[in-house]
């Protein structure tokens, strides 16, 4: 058991210490949903459109939007730079690969969250109330993403339309996902109770669970040479 | 080839069974019902006549990759015995 | 040669289809009466049903065959599973465009966002996705495997999506969903809905063993192409 953790947190650091060296992807999926926030903000008539009646479910697609970016490259970095066949020969487990590119992706998305959030914040002038509850919700509705992320990324990068056909296969299997991000998040900052979206949790950890047992489970076939 | 020729035989025979089973019924319902709404009896008539479309174009499209790979079988490829 | 089996098998499963979809066609234009409250709108019910029966039963083949590909490595599951793939999302495909045309009378509405239809919907993408995914590699065994993890993905997804998509209208009134197994419903209305079922389940694998069938000789072909002679094939049978 200590050591598959141990592989995990191998993976984990490996990833995160690449990221922090090249900021590449962290770069692209901040700037990314930064740039949609200016977007967002042109494309909604303020003066109709109360920001804070649909602000959760444009800062649940800003962060998806950014997250497909950020995972369809998780692998192809290490697959050009040839280091995707080195693990797969090392001793680390498959499911601890998966769940190393997981945990790395989770913190990379909610890194980007945190600034989506802000941003939000800032440009709509939103209040979070809540803000323990939402962290939660958030949180846990990160941790489907990135699980199911991660492994149709694995699966995207050896197709050959690998950056499109990435939401294609993620959008269907996410949207009751968000149904219930968005629930939660957005009753959550209306400054709502916590109890009323006690359901919505339960759904998105069920999420989550499925996600990462599932893509524990599967990983090894995805990556099978 | 006999494969070929008997799946389109039945799949034609099907079609125009259930096409003609349809047209009859519709006329007659549309001379009796004229001054009622005819809507539904179209959304009906066009819900299956889709329904046989789909299907027939389903066998239709497997007989011709089928048919495209036994000339390719026949033409250019390795014999096999087959 | 294997080929002339499945053949003789399609036939034998079409014959009694063809008869039995003709049968339907008679209970349904002829015999079956009309349903009180909703008219004559409510006979596409009899091809809605047994087409979403199918699809469901073709995506539980598709995972079913997809988990034992995955776990035996038999190339025949793998063939099984994207000849029902194609199936499921064509009868899908007859769900989504037979349901809009009962509802615009039913409900005055093409689309709704209620939760069959929304959970219908995103299960054709995925089969969709199923689909292309298997052509978008360039080793085909690595399509095969990838689309085999999405087909168990997109059972697993089912029961959740359907879940949550109930919760998200859960305001919609049930009552419209009607159920011809109820107290009210004619007898004749059961036997009509039962005799589509089983038509469209024949009909379903007499196609679908067909397709199996180019299945297997696109891989015999590709494999006698590569100069070997079809270990896959030939070693799953072992």
């Known amino acids: 058991m200590t050591a598959y953790l141990n592989q995990v947190r191998i993976i984990v650091w490996r990833d995160l210490t690449v990221e922090l060296r090249s900021r590449e992807r962290i770069a692209a999926m901040g700037g990314f949903a930064v740039l949609v926030a200016v977007l967002i903000y042109y494309a909604i008539d303020l003066t109709i459109v109360r920001p804070r009646d649909v602000a959760a479910g444009l800062i649940w697609m800003t962060i998806l939007f950014s997250g497909m970016l950020g995972f369809g490259r998780a692998f192809a970095m290490d697959l050009e730079q040839d280091q995707l066949q080195g693990i797969l020969l090392s001793p680390i487990s498959r499911g601890a690969f998966y769940l190393g590119k997981t945990i790395a992706n989770f913190a990379l998305l909610t890194a980007v969250e945190a600034l989506v959030f802000t941003v939000f914040g800032g440009f709509f002038n939103l209040s979070y109330g809540g803000t323990a509850w939402l962290i939660v919700a958030v949180v846990v509705a990160t941790a489907g993403v990135a699980g199911l992320g991660t492994l149709l990324g694995a699966i995207a990068v050896h197709t050959r339309p690998s950056d499109s056909i990435l939401p294609l296969l993620a959008f269907p299997l996410l949207i009751p996902l968000v149904i219930h991000a968005v629930m939660a998040t957005g009753r959550l900052m209306a400054g709502r109770p916590p109890a009323e979206v006690g359901g919505n949790l339960r759904m998105l950890a069920a999420f989550a669970i499925l996600f990462l047992a599932a893509g524990t489970v599967l990983f090894r076939y995805v990556v099978e040479e | ?82 | 040669m294997q080929l002339t089996g499945l053949r003789r098998t399609g036939v034998l499963l079409a014959i009694p289809g063809i008869a039995l979809v003709l049968l339907l066609h008679w209970q349904v234009f002829f015999w079956v009466p009309t349903e009180v409250t909703m008219g004559v709108i409510q006979r596409i019910y009899y091809v809605h049903v047994p087409s979403a029966w199918v699809a469901f039963m073709a995506f539980g083949i598709v995972a079913a065959c997809s988990a034992a590909y995955l776990w035996l490595g038999d190339e025949r599951l793998d063939m099984a599973a994207v000849s029902a793939a194609e199936g499921g999302v064509l009868f899908t495909t007859i769900v989504l465009l037979t349901g809009p045309l009962w509802a615009r009378t039913a409900w005055g509405t093409w689309w709704t966002w209620e939760p069959r239809l929304t959970s219908t919907l995103l299960l054709w993408f995925i089969y969709v996705g199923y689909l292309l995914l298997r052509g978008a590699t360039d080793s085909p065994q690595r399509g095969k495997r990838f689309a085999a993890v999405l087909g168990i993905l997109g059972i697993l997804d089912i029961p959740l999506i359907h879940l949550s998509v109930t919760w998200f209208r859960s305001l919609h009134p049930q009552a419209v969903v009607m159920r011809p197994e109820g107290p009210q419903a004619d007898p004749s209305m059961v036997i009509t809905l039962l005799t589509g079922l089983a038509a469209f389940t024949l009909l379903f694998f007499a196609i679908m063993t067909y397709r199996y069938a180019l299945e297997r000789l696109t891989v015999e072909r590709s494999t006698a192409f590569a100069g070997t002679p079809a270990p896959s094939v030939a070693g799953g049978g072992a």
């Open chain 2, 1 to 82: 080839m006999r494969k070929k020729g008997l799946s389109f035989s039945l799949a034609i025979a099907f079609v125009l069974v259930a096409t003609s089973l349809l047209m009859a019924q519709g006329a007659g319902d549309i001379s009796q019902l004229a001054r009622q709404n005819l809507r539904p009896y179209w959304h009906v008539f066009i819900a299956y006549i889709l329904v046989w479309l789909i299907l027939f174009g389903w066998v239709v499209s497997i007989a011709r990759r089928l048919g495209r790979i036994e000339r390719g079988l026949q033409g250019s490829g390795p014999p096999s015995g087959r």
